[in-house]
């Protein structure tokens, strides 16, 4: 069992239809049939949305993705048509809404990986290979890959994991060539985005994507390069052989699974409420994330 502890109430804008409730983002429609997503500060870990939220976080992910799309603009369009308010909406929307493009989306997720660590290190112990990609022996945990390679997911609902799946079943999805330029886009953004990072001490680990359709232009959705959809370590940190720190929520993590939560992962308990400590750690961590590749105060 897994999903929301308890699922939040959408807010109500005249003019704007709710169409979807998802771990961090509510999505809408505005009359013109474009979309409205406004992120939220939920927290998820181990597929649950937790209880307690993590203050800032929605508006930190927004606008580090909109820094990202500036930076990618000239290797893949996005989704992105203005950061305006609607009208009527909450002032606790601002600085975490986009207006976006209604896209044809690709039902699949686009995963980059540079580094061995998550689900791919978990196959490749098993196997040697990663989404069926094969990788040389001696790999170990954080051990850079020889080149960056794509290895795509399929989207799962909330609570569920994404599954792995080989290029070969993407391209049985969505089509050859659509899976073949998935797989350069991605690599190409990827390729952008670490040496971005690489430059400001971070390390891009690996990262996802999601991509939709305008017409026959293939476009970047979603949000992207942010630490819930990326991992970034810091590079004077960095040793192959064990789990690097990262920019993201594992504070969260670390405290489900110690026995201060008390609490089974594996039962069908929701997870309890994080207590005051863990909830600024990781705040803190979100935002030095956003300041150092960005080079910009959070403010």
């Not at 005249?14 to 997503?37: C, F, S, W």
């Not at 795509?152 to 049985?172: C, I, L, Q």
């Not at 050859?176 to 998935?182: E, S």
Request: net charge negative; charged share 25%; hydrophobic share 40%.
């Amino acid at each position: 069992m897994s999903g929301f502890v308890e699922k939040p109430e959408p807010v109500e804008v005249p003019g704007l239809t709710h169409l979807h409730t998802g771990k961090v983002r509510d999505l809408y429609q505005n009359a013109a049939g474009e979309l409205i997503m406004v992120a939220s500060d939920r927290t998820s870990a181990y597929d649950w949305v937790l209880p307690t939220e993590i203050p800032d976080k929605g508006r930190v992910l927004t606008q580090l993705s909109l820094w990202w799309f500036e930076q990618l603009a000239d290797l893949a369009p996005n989704h992105v048509l203005s950061t305006d308010l609607p009208a009527g909406a909450p002032a606790d929307w601002a600085g975490r809404t986009l207006v976006c493009k209604s896209l044809a989306m690709v039902p699949v997720e686009c995963v980059a990986r540079g580094y061995l660590t998550g689900s791919g290190l978990v196959e490749y112990q098993q196997s040697r290979t990663v989404c069926g990609l094969a990788l040389p022996e001696g790999l170990v945990n954080g051990s850079e890959l020889p080149a960056p390679i794509f290895t795509p997911a399929t989207k799962a609902a909330v609570g569920d994991h994404d599954e792995n799946v080989s290029y070969e079943e993407t391209a049985r999805q969505v089509g050859a060539d659509v899976a073949a330029q998935l797989r350069r886009t991605t690599l190409d953004v990827y390729g952008r985005a670490r040496d971005i990072a690489r430059e400001r001490g971070l390390i891009l680990a690996d990262t996802k994507f999601e991509f939709g359709f305008e017409g026959e232009q293939l476009t970047l959705a979603d949000e992207v390069l942010t630490p819930d959809s990326s991992r970034f370590w810091p590079a004077d940190q960095w040793q192959p052989g064990r789990s690097q720190p990262s920019f993201d929520k594992q504070f969260v993590r670390d405290w489900l699974t110690s026995p201060a939560a008390d609490w089974d992962r594996t039962g069908e308990q929701p997870p309890p409420a994080l207590p005051q400590e863990i909830v600024e750690s990781t705040r803190a961590k979100y935002i030095e994330a956003y300041e150092r590749l960005t080079g910009l105060s959070w403010s």
